[in-house]
């Protein structure tokens, strides 16, 4: 049989790239990013998880925000990813965060000097455990 037959056979297997199966995704999840003097700044609810289930990690000027709630048996509950770009001139190892009592997660982000404006592409990554 042909790829495309086969593709068709398992069809109801097939889900978008980056959906989560089973969880929906929540409204007001979607951080806006609001600039406050040189900082970046953007919050994202993550109420549901607890502090040592969110993991923050910043890919050149991206900033991804993943969490996942593991049952005692080790099975996934409840996962949940916000990405969320940046402006150009983001200074990626400047990225902070903070969790607020409410559930709120708060990421801050420095706005790089403008006199290095020479355009050398550097890639950072970093991980921050909260």
Partial sequence: SSPAATMELFGSFVRPHGETLGFPARPGNTGVVKT?????QFTVDVSDFAPEDIIVTTSNNQIEVHAEKLATDGTVMNTFTHKCQLPEDMDPTSV??????????????????????EHVQQTFRTEIKI
Wanted: glycine content about 12%; cysteine-free.
């Fill in 36 to 40: 406050l003097g040189n900082t970046y």
């Fill in 96 to 117: 902070s965060s903070s969790l607020g009592d409410n559930g709120m997660l708060t990421i801050r982000a420095q706005r790089r000097p403008a006199k290095h404006s």
